[in-house]
């Protein structure tokens, strides 16, 4: 559902305007004719209650998009209504107007702030699901389709499950796609067959291992010599290919281009961005450099996602502008 249109709009502002100005006429005359107060400040006191509880309104409208909590705000735009509430009864009882006057001014606050509460609240929920922070509906297959079928009904629920579980995964930065939550649950080894550990011997790459490290404990016995010569030769071999690393590493930034981001641990929306920016639009070359710049291997979906989210927020940051891409 979309917002509202200019009619619906003009409709509120009339509503609220109305409730307002009764509010407004109520704490104006108590503070001029009753209370002998200045003009000009009988018109600043109905502004201090009425348009502090809207502008506190606006206020919780603002955190109800944001991941902030908007308690304190609301909770003071309940207590400026329920003030300007109160001091508009009590001026409908000192002129005698009975309790159809009091109940006429005194709703008057409460009306507006309703309806300005029910308009932004409508509005805030808009923002929120164009943003993709509230979860579509469920499919419903149906109470016949329940009766007559219902493990596939079962498993429809469990696919749409599983979809929005994949759709709120694919909007995060550095997931790996082989991550444990999305591998196969293990199976349970039933009693009287065989245990885990026997599960696992069976597997022919830990019986090669194993048989390879049977064969190789004799040998480490006779010519432990020659065991501590090849471990010196594997560190300084190991120290060399990590000097090596270390040179190359230093070359790829040299040679990659200024406008890229230096600090190791940036995020790779942030590395997308800055390709689409400069022109960058090739995934294994945003891939290239996001590897270097981090100093790790990069997957390439996980930089697609990020690079088609720069192009689409770049696309829709220039059709605002009137240009195109």
């Known amino acids: 559902m979309s917002s509202f249109d200019w009619k619906g709009k003009a409709l509120f502002g009339l509503v609220v305007g109305v409730a307002l100005a009764m509010s407004w006429y109520s704490m104006m005359h108590m503070a001029?004719?009753?209370?002998?107060?200045?003009?000009?400040?009988?018109?600043?006191?109905?502004?201090?209650?009425?348009?502090?509880?809207?502008?506190?309104?606006?206020?919780?409208?603002?955190?109800?998009?944001s991941e902030d909590s908007g308690f304190g705000a609301k909770a003071a735009t309940?207590?400026?209504?329920?003030?300007?509430?109160?001091?508009?009864?009590?001026h409908a009882s000192m002129l005698g107007y009975g309790i159809a006057g009091m109940v006429m001014f005194g709703s008057a606050p409460v009306m507006a702030g309703i309806l300005f509460e029910v308009f932004l609240k409508f509005e805030s929920r808009q923002a929120l699901r164009k943003a993709g922070r509230i979860l579509d509906h469920m499919p419903k297959a149906g109470k016949l389709a329940w009766l007559r079928y219902?493990?596939?009904?079962?498993?429809?629920?469990?696919?749409a499950l599983k979809a929005r579980l994949m759709k709120a995964v694919n909007s995060l930065e550095d997931i790996d796609e082989t991550h444990a939550l999305f591998a196969g649950k293990p199976k349970a080894?039933?009693?009287?067959?065989?245990?885990?550990?026997?599960?696992?011997?069976?597997?022919?790459?830990?019986?090669?291992?194993?048989q390879a490290d049977t064969q190789?404990?004799?040998?480490?016995?006779?010519?432990?010599?020659?065991?501590?010569q090849t471990g010196k030769a594997d560190r300084d071999q190991g120290q060399a290919d990590s000097s090596s690393e270390r040179q190359t590493e230093a070359q790829a930034l040299l040679d990659m281009p200024d406008w890229l981001p230096t600090q190791e641990k940036v995020s790779l929306q942030a590395l997308?961005?800055?390709?689409?920016?400069?022109?960058?639009t090739d995934i294994m070359q945003a891939t290239e450099y996001a590897a270097a710049v981090?100093?790790?291997?990069?997957?390439?979906?996980?930089?697609?996602?990020?690079?088609?989210?720069?192009?689409?927020a770049k696309a829709q940051t220039l059709e605002g502008t009137g240009q195109y891409l």
């Open 78 to 90: 309940y207590a400026f209504i329920a003030v300007s509430a109160y001091l508009n009864i009590m």
């Open 150 to 159: 219902p493990k596939a009904s079962w498993r429809l629920q469990g696919q």
């Open 216 to 228: 190789a404990e004799p040998k480490a016995q006779k010519a432990p010599e020659k065991a501590q």
């Open 294 to 312: 981090r100093k790790s291997p990069v997957a390439r979906a996980t930089m697609q996602k990020a690079l088609h989210r720069a192009k689409t």
């Open 189 to 210: 080894v039933k009693a009287g067959t065989q245990t885990a550990m026997q599960a696992i011997d069976d597997v022919p790459a830990v019986r090669q291992a194993k």
């Open 32 to 65: 001029t004719v009753v209370f002998g107060l200045p003009l000009i400040l009988g018109v600043g006191i109905s502004l201090a209650f009425d348009g502090g509880a809207l502008f506190l309104g606006l206020v919780t409208a603002k955190y109800a998009v």
């Open 272 to 280: 997308a961005n800055a390709c689409v920016d400069n022109g960058v």
